[in-house]
């Protein structure tokens, strides 16, 4: 199954300092229909206005990852680590037995994110937290794997689940293929752009749930950036 479901269908929630879209139920959204995919539990869309974000709160037992659409996110947590996540790179939390941070844009633009919950394969682990740089040009016209769990993966950050972190920029015309394991669940985002995916335009934020097909072939249509979760059954 290829399901596509519009930008426009999503969860909301919205107050002076945060506009979020939940591709899942989150907070005071919740549909029956969309609770997780596998053992992805969370998508938000969140666009930060300058000068706020979330302060200090508590998670644990997830794999929390983090991609900048745009602009620059600063995380701080009390492990000590702390640092500067801008457009097109990732950072990775593993909450583990419990981790306290805050995530702020500390710019004078907008900031906007895609974050991301995975369920862990193991709990009361260690928490942690890391963040690396993914230049575009490297992924152009290919997918290349941002966070992984899985062994086959090297220089992705790390995370504790059997699943994987794509992405890839593409110019109209270009395509690309990622094939499916059996069992397995991908779930795509476009954060720029327009696509065909095994014949099905899907927009920009627009989400993508797939599962039981053998391979995903995806063309661009505009400039376009995507964003995949390949993750195992829950």
Known sequence: MIDVRPFESLGTFQNDWLNAHYHFSFSGYHDDARTHWGALRVWNDDTIKPKTGFDRHGHK???????????????????????????????????????????HNRESDATQIFQLWIFPNETGITPGWASQSFPKGDRSGSLITLASGRKKDSGALPIHQDASILAATLKPGQKVQHELETGRYLYLVPALGKLIINGQTVKARDGVAIHGVEKIDIEAIDDSEILIADVPKL
């Not at 745009?70 to 037995?97: C, F, P």
């Open 61 to 103: 037992d997830m794999e929390i990852v983090t991609y900048v659409r745009k602009g620059v996110i600063t995380h701080k947590d009390h492990l000590g680590n702390e640092g500067r996540t801008v457009a097109g790179d990732v950072q990775v939390m593993s909450a583990g037995r419990g981790i306290l941070h805050e995530e």
